[in-house]
């Protein structure tokens, strides 16, 4: 089975410039997660969405970040604009709708971005 | 005071040491705790979960001591291919869907 897929692998970009991450979750899950981790704050979570709405985006730095996901399988991640304290590894993760308690989730590889 | 709180490390043992790693958490309403594995420029993964009662899974042991609010993996006979960041997770109360990570223990074990 397919597992997370995010795109691109790898971004550079310079500052002001917009940035879309693109995140396809595993098929039947209902939750979609974007997190960011740098060395110095490691994994912190942006926003989730469950069954394609947003749940919580007090994680979102400000309003240059927005998130979407316009259907079960499709989720957007956009800068704009970028800035170099941007620069960190996106992931996406998925997980299914469980038991109170079952909270795998599964991850993406991740976007590495590098805002010059 | 951060959530989740972790020793960074490095930890550098030998092949066939024990090592452990304990990990803190501050909201004593938290309710599921986990420990995922992070290979370098790698994305985490699920090692396993944690329960009251302490689980066992081949050579790794987890153990939660809610009084204290600590967690600990504790990881027996050492692998070179246990070299890796160790990631303390927490479910923070019982209506929410979030997790927050601690921001890793790196491991690295020496021939």
């Known amino acids: 089975d397919a597992g997370v897929i995010q795109s691109p692998r790898h971004e550079v970009t310079e500052m002001g410039q917009e940035v879309t991450l693109r995140c396809k979750p595993i098929s039947g899950h209902d939750y979609l997660f974007w997190y960011r981790q740098t060395m110095m704050r490691g994994l912190e979570l942006l926003i989730y969405f469950n069954n394609n709405v947003p749940i919580d985006d007090s994680g979102m730095p400000e309003d240059r970040f927005s998130a979407k996901m316009p259907n079960a399988s499709f989720s957007t991640l956009k800068i704009q604009p970028s800035e170099p304290r941007d620069s960190a590894v996106y992931f996406c993760?998925?997980?299914?709708?469980?038991?109170?308690?079952?909270?795998?989730?599964?991850f993406g590889p991740g976007t590495r971005l590098t805002v010059l | 005071r951060k959530e989740v709180e972790q020793d960074p490390g490095p930890f550098n043992v030998p092949e066939g040491a024990t090592v452990a790693f304990n990990c803190t958490y501050s909201n004593s309403a938290s309710q599921s705790f986990f420990w995922y594995r992070q290979d370098c420029r790698k994305e985490p993964k699920l090692l396993m979960s944690v329960y009251s009662s302490g689980n066992e899974d081949g050579r790794f042991t987890a153990q939660l001591n809610r009084a204290s609010q600590y967690i600990s993996l504790l990881i027996r006979d050492s692998k070179l291919s246990d070299s890796a960041t160790y990631l303390c997770?927490?479910?923070?109360?019982?209506?929410?869907?979030?997790?927050?990570f601690g921001t890793g223990t790196r491991l690295q074990v020496f021939p």
């Open positions: 997770v927490v479910n923070p109360r019982h209506n929410t869907d979030k997790l927050i």
């Open positions: 993760a998925s997980r299914r709708q469980g038991a109170q308690g079952y909270n795998e989730q599964f």
